[in-house]
């Protein structure tokens, strides 16, 4: 037996029963996204998971989860943003002039998009932790603000064609480099790619290693060993899985690299920067958070500097994807990132949530979004599940804890 | 009927695990003022509660009889119906709204419905000229003083054909001439026939107004004595009674030289900028001192220790920190933080706590950078120093992962502490550092303020317990109205003597 745990949690018999109900309550879920893919699977005899698929669900909904990123740590914070489908729309719009009239370099015009953006949640962050006036009314402002500002820039048509560059950042695969492998019956595949999918399952496992080892240099409780080393085979697993179907099709989307790199970083932030924390502690107990001298306005302001440079590069990655900057871009995207971050276990008076559960939750919207549409259907049936999931989602969190 | 408009007998009433009524008698004759006496906790605003209905009944023990008839009121609307009206300390009125829609609020004058607005305003002019109060009915109530405020309180109070009118510290907001003014109301009233029970601390006021004084403590009725002839001592006596058991830890003080130094302090209200909540107050701690700072409750003591730390509370604030000699700067809390203060709240779960995070995140909220290279945390050091002082201050929690709001009071506080003294602060102020914590885990609390004077840094400590003060300080100062009153050391302080200086008003 390798269970190892910290000398004091025997003087605490209560301790792992805790610690089980606590684990449930956060990877809820997790089950819950498993089990969504499993049926939907079922429903679509396997199409589901086919390789072509598996990529669409990434590309499609990659704009989504970015923003879901961005608007966890404003929920956490204790607050909330409406106004990031019109700058959806407004910074496509803006790197659509940059590169389609004035003809700028692409790395150029998505940096300047990006700097857009963040100047459109500094004008929106500036009322909100400065003058004090609630998120929910600056951000309701912005929506119908940018969203104007959006069609001036576009006179009311769309602009494009954007440069490929920009079109494969939301589209395109990465090139098959080292060419294919054979896989028995499943066929040729990307050896990039599945070299980057080995290296990110190894990356992972070597650092969560490194951490358990760590906390128990530190005497702290820990997983036992089979635990731990079941959740890397599962998560292993699960990678390996993805990248093999997307290997057979066609490489790894752009955007998907995009989408680790961002997962990860923010995930560390959260948990791990002396920022991140700060947003924890104000939507926990902004008093408290004030009185121990957290830089309260500041911090919200950053969150929404943040929350408008997300919006922008979803911006630019949803125009590069229709190839066009439209006047109607990012409809609702808002309700969709809100949603996503709700489903993914946020807590409406802030202080809870993290950047995987966002991602998490954007992603049960976009399988059942696709697995409905695979089955035929109807759109109005797909919101009406979208919404009850919804529902269902949060319901689940307040139960969890009232029983708590 | 009887001569007796209200008896209460054998009331017992308890929160989890505190027995804050013990067996309490009261008795109140028909038409006259009687004042319920007490320190902070004794009871007083608890007997309140259980009598209007607040506290409903079947969640305490004993009996009610009003106006000749048992009583068993659910809520307020039972008691209220019955003609006792309670007015609480902090005002029940909806700012936005008129005084004449105040007035009738849940008590509408309507017709089929719609409110009839002239008999609304026609009526309200009534009841405010019976208040001696001239304003517009339509007025909304926010444009109006506290004063005024508490005024149309009690019109809403007439409004409901009051028998028995309880006023909780009516003039603890009000200025002498308001105050003056109430009190004249409350004399008027009683000679229409209304019976008042009022809560205060000013004892002279008690002495001039009442008819009758009833003295709690500790949740028990200690005596009902006429107030004729009664002198403020006496009352006191009564309040302060209790001997020093052995509740306090054994300490030698090592006191060395001033380490801080607040002068000239002036706080004004948010609220109402021109009223004056600390008033010049002056007051110095050394090395290795323990300080009272005792008050009664709108003394402004949080107000000091929260404008100090901060400017956290409170507007047109005036004054120096000197600290070692050389002013420092706390008009933020960031800089008071880094200038070595630290302030541990009355409040723990409004203010000193994130209820929803772990004990090991409460304890490195103020001094995450301490944990931190390039904005980053470490994690692992982070949970050696949360578990250092569970240990060391006896935090008992089954893992400092665990939420905090899931523990007991004692062992919040202690959490709090623990995040002040990572900041590893040379002055600390504790407001209230032991409300709503059982006596076992008092001591311990005791024990570690001990422990941080014996480490050399200077603590203040607010408190509304005077055997606190008295058992834990080398000096207490005395705060009434705003502004110092007394200062007194150890050997010589008594709660007479505290308890004078801590009721001494502006003009006595």
């Known amino acids: 037996m390798t269970t190892k745990t910290a000398p004091t949690a025997a003087a605490a018999p209560t301790a792992p029963q805790s610690r089980l109900s606590i684990n449930l309550r956060q990877s809820g879920i997790y089950v819950a996204f498993a089990l969504i893919v499993v049926l939907f699977a079922f429903l679509t005899d396997g199409a589901l998971l086919q390789p072509q698929n598996i990529s669409n669900i990434i590309v499609q909904n990659s704009y989504v989860l970015i923003l879901a990123i961005g608007m966890i740590l404003v929920i956490i914070g204790g607050h909330i943003d409406l106004s990031v489908g019109s700058t959806v729309a407004l910074t496509g719009a803006i790197c659509a002039v940059l590169t389609v009239h004035w003809g700028l370099p692409w790395p150029v015009a998505v940096l300047l998009t990006l700097l857009a953006g963040a100047l459109i949640g500094a004008a929106q962050g500036y009322w909100i932790a400065y003058f004090g006036i609630p998120a929910f009314i600056v951000t309701l402002a912005g929506m119908l603000v940018f969203r104007a500002l959006t069609l001036t820039t576009l006179g009311n048509q769309g602009i494009g064609p954007f440069p490929d560059e920009i079109r494969s950042l939301s589209n395109g695969f990465t090139g098959g480099y080292l060419g294919n492998v054979g896989l028995g019956p499943l066929g040729g595949a990307d050896l990039v790619s599945l070299l980057a999918g080995l290296l990110f399952v190894a990356g992972f496992a070597l650092s969560q290693w490194r951490k358990r080892a760590a906390r128990l240099g530190y005497g702290q409780s820990v997983d036992p060993m089979p635990l731990f080393v079941l959740k890397i085979v599962g998560v292993g697993v699960v990678v390996m899985a993805v990248v093999v179907q997307l290997a057979r099709f066609r490489n790894l989307p752009w955007v998907l690299v995009l989408l680790a790199a961002l997962a990860l970083g923010y995930s560390l932030m959260a948990n791990n920067s002396v920022f991140g924390r700060h947003i924890y502690s104000i939507g926990g107990n902004l008093q408290a958070a004030t009185l121990s001298g957290v830089k309260v306005k500041a911090v919200t302001f950053w969150v929404f500097v943040n929350m408008g440079a997300l919006a922008a590069l979803a911006g630019v990655i949803f125009a590069g994807r229709l190839n066009q900057a439209g006047p109607t871009a990012g409809t609702a995207f808002e309700l969709d990132a809100i949603a996503a971050a709700f489903i993914g276990g946020a807590a409406v008076q802030g202080g809870v949530g993290k950047v995987v559960g966002a991602i998490t939750g954007g992603l049960i919207m976009g399988v059942i979004n696709n697995g409905m549409s695979l089955i035929g259907a109807p759109s109005e049936r797909v919101m009406l599940v979208k919404g009850l999931v919804l529902l269902a989602a949060v319901a689940y969190d307040v139960w969890t804890k009232r029983r708590a | ?508």
Request: with cysteine.
């Open chain 2, 1 to 508: 009927m009887s001569d007796e408009i209200l008896v209460m007998r054998g009331i017992t009433k308890r929160f989890a695990g505190v027995t804050a009524l013990h067996d309490v008698t009261l008795s109140v004759r028909r038409g006259e003022i009687h004042a319920i006496c007490g320190e902070n906790g004794a009871g007083k605003s608890t007997l309140m509660k259980v009598l209007s209905g607040v506290h409903p009944h079947g969640t305490y023990e004993g009996e009610i009889v009003f106006d000749g008839e048992p009583c068993a009121f659910h809520g307020v609307r039972d008691s209220e119906r019955r003609g006792i009206v309670i007015i609480h300390q902090e005002l029940a009125l909806c700012g936005q709204l008129s005084v004449a829609e105040n007035l009738f609020l849940g008590n509408e004058r309507a017709r089929r419905g719609f409110i009839d607005w002239n008999r609304t305003n026609h009526e309200a002019q009534a009841l405010l000229d019976r208040v001696g109060l001239r304003e517009n009915p339509t007025t909304p109530v926010n444009d109006l003083g506290v004063g005024k405020q508490q005024l149309v309180e009690i019109a809403k109070a007439l409004s409901k054909e009051v028998k028995l009118l309880i006023l909780d510290e009516p003039t603890a907001a009000l200025n002498d001439d308001d105050s003056q003014h109430l009190l004249d109301l409350l004399d008027g009233l009683r000679d229409e026939g209304i019976t008042s029970v009022i809560i205060s601390h000013k004892l002279n006021e008690v002495t001039r107004i009442a008819d009758t004084v009833t003295v709690l403590r500790d949740g028990k009725t200690i005596e009902t004595l006429p107030a004729q002839g009664l002198s403020e001592e006496r009352i006191i006596a009564g309040m302060v009674g209790r001997d020093l058991e052995h509740r306090f830890p054994p300490r030698t003080p090592d006191i060395g030289d001033e380490v801080l130094r607040i002068e000239d302090w002036t706080v004004h209200s948010p609220a109402q900028p021109d009223r004056v909540l600390v008033d010049r107050a002056t007051l110095t701690l050394r090395r290795g001192e323990i300080v009272g700072l005792a008050g009664l409750m709108g003394a402004g003591r949080t107000e000091l220790a929260m404008s100090v730390f901060g400017r956290s509370y409170g507007v047109g604030i005036s004054g120096r920190v000197v600290k070692d000699g050389q002013e420092i700067d706390t008009r933020t809390v960031q800089a008071a933080i880094r200038n070595g203060l630290a302030y541990v709240s009355e409040d723990r779960k409004r203010y000193g706590l994130n209820l929803i995070e772990g004990v090991q995140r409460n304890v490195s909220a103020a001094a995450l950078g301490k944990l931190a290279k390039n904005g980053w945390v470490n994690e692992n050091e982070e949970f050696s120093v949360a578990e250092r002082f569970r240990r060391s201050m006896g935090i008992r929690t089954p893992s400092v992962s665990t939420q905090v709001g899931t523990l007991s009071g004692g062992n919040q506080q202690k959490v709090v502490l623990a995040k002040w003294m990572f900041t590893d602060p040379d002055v600390l102020i504790l407001d209230e550092p032991t409300r709503g914590i059982d006596v076992g885990a008092k001591y311990e609390i005791y024990s570690i303020i001990n422990d941080l004077a014996a480490q050399g840094r200077a603590v203040l400590v607010i408190s509304s317990e005077l055997p606190e003060l008295l058992g834990l300080c080398d000096r207490i100062y005395a705060l009434s109205e705003g502004r110092i009153t007394g200062e007194v050391d150890r050997a010589e302080a008594t709660q007479e003597r505290l308890m004078q200086y801590m009721t001494r008003g502006q003009n006595s």
